[in-house]
């Protein structure tokens, strides 16, 4: 089994889920992040489905505040455990999007809803030519968002995920990015 970073299955996911936002929510609702940086603690799961051989579970976790991440990997009965040492807290600039990347976005899966689940939830769905992803964002305080992700990818690859499965939990630490 070779060594996957939950850093790396976590670039996968965010990519992915900028796709989410490129619908438009109901302005000043309590779900929207404003911009600014935030520390993400994040824990996500995977399933590798491979041409040849047995699936690969990949399970991971980033502590936000000291940017420590594990893995545990699995195959057939195997398992394999990871651990990275964090150099810095784990954090994402979350800018307000401009509307050239918007416009890019929205070309590339133009297929997207925003559904309302409560005053302090949204629920963003997009159905893209090769991922269909789910992104719920849930206000908890007025710095703490938890945001669940899960997707579908599509068509036939060699090796792909199975339906990713993301927690994460976003808490603002400024109103400026660094």
Not at 9 to 20: E, G, R, T, Y
Request: charged share 25%; aromatic share 6%.
């Amino acid at each position: 089994m070779k060594h996957v970073s939950s850093i790396w299955l976590f670039a996968v996911v965010s990519l992915q889920s900028l796709h989410c936002m490129a619908a438009e929510p109901p302005k000043h609702h309590r779900a929207v992040q404003p911009p600014g940086l935030y520390q993400v603690d994040w824990e996500g799961r995977a399933d590798i489905i491979q041409e040849k051989g047995a699936p690969v579970v990949i399970e991971g976790k980033i502590d936000g505040a000291s940017g420590d991440g594990s893995n545990r990997l699995r195959s057939g009965g195997a398992a394999r455990d990871f651990a990275e040492k964090g150099k810095k807290p784990h954090t994402q600039c979350l800018h307000a999007g401009t509307p050239a990347a918007q416009a890019a976005i929205k070309a590339s899966c133009p297929d997207h809803t925003i559904k309302t689940v409560d005053p302090n939830t949204l629920s963003y769905v997009s159905n893209c030519p090769t991922i269909q992803s789910t992104r719920t964002v849930k206000r908890i305080d007025d710095k703490t968002w938890e945001i669940d992700t899960t997707m579908k990818f599509k068509g036939n690859m060699a090796n792909q995920f199975a339906s990713p499965v993301v927690r994460e939990r976003w808490t603002r630490v400024s109103d400026l990015c660094k």
